[in-house]
């Protein structure tokens, strides 16, 4: 027992060459196809927006509910409900749910387009490369919707506006007060539950993809060494 000195055992062990389990390729095919089934998911949730949308456009189509209450609304501030006033509304709003749809539609078909662009056996800096493209266009996708929001609020502003000024509608001071502070307020509140919603739904995901992201860089940047 005179001859264990620990010490030295210790730096034998610190000297031994331990076997890596992962290899740095490993590693990169799991980061690819973690992120891939990430776009994968944006993809779906996409495509099913698509559908609830056009779910719900179709009901209140049919029902006519949303026209009607928007119609009521005016009434209550002097407007008279004429069937020109109707039509013009109903066409109005139409026009406003396909565009929607339209926009919806085509971010759809962009995430698809994108997802098939990414494969896992491509090289990894033309993957890092469409990574970053897919979080442009999702990005892209959510200022889209806000701005629609905007559109759609100055739109029926101005079909307002048009209507008090055909029908020889004047607005008091207060009403028109009274009208801005609301829209201020709708306009806010509207901005805020898309905002809170993509953030939820697609931050989670993004944030994991994003995290994928720097790892494949570090992977990326330790070949170039």
């Known amino acids: 027992m005179d001859n264990f000195d620990?010490?030295?055992i210790k730096q034998k062990w610190k000297e031994q060459d331990v076997p890596t389990i992962y290899q740095d390729t490993d590693i990169q095919k799991m980061l690819n196809h973690k992120s891939r089934n990430y776009v994968k998911y944006i993809f779906w949730i996409s495509a099913l927006e698509f559908l609830i949308f056009l779910l719900?456009?179709?009901y209140y189509i049919f029902q006519d509910s949303s026209q009607s209450s928007l119609l009521h609304i005016l009434q209550?501030?002097?407007?008279e409900n004429t069937?020109?006033?109707q039509a013009d509304f109903a066409h109005l709003l139409f026009g406003m749910k396909i565009f929607s749809l339209l926009m919806t539609g085509i971010f759809v078909i962009l995430f698809y387009v994108n997802y098939c662009k990414i494969k896992v056996q491509q090289s990894l800096k033309s993957f890092i490369t469409q990574i970053l493209k897919f979080?442009?266009?999702?990005n892209l996708f959510?200022?889209?919707n806000i701005a629609l929001l905007l559109v759609y609020i100055s739109v029926l502003c101005w079909f307002i506006f048009y209507i008090f000024s055909?029908?020889?509608i004047a607005f008091d001071g207060?009403?028109?007060a009274g009208f801005i502070v609301g829209l201020a307020i709708a306009t806010a509140i509207g901005i805020g539950l898309i905002w809170l919603y993509y953030r939820v739904v697609y931050g989670i995901i993004m944030h994991r993809l994003g995290k994928n992201l720097e790892q494949l860089k570090k992977i990326e940047q330790q070949k170039d060494i």
Do not use: A
């Open 142 to 144: 959510i200022l889209t």
């Open 135 to 138: 979080r442009k266009v999702v």
């Open 166 to 168: 055909k029908q020889n």
């Open 56 to 58: 719900l456009n179709i």
């Open 76 to 79: 209550r501030m002097g407007v």
């Open 6 to 8: 620990l010490d030295s």
């Open 174 to 176: 207060e009403t028109l």
């Open 83 to 85: 069937v020109e006033l």
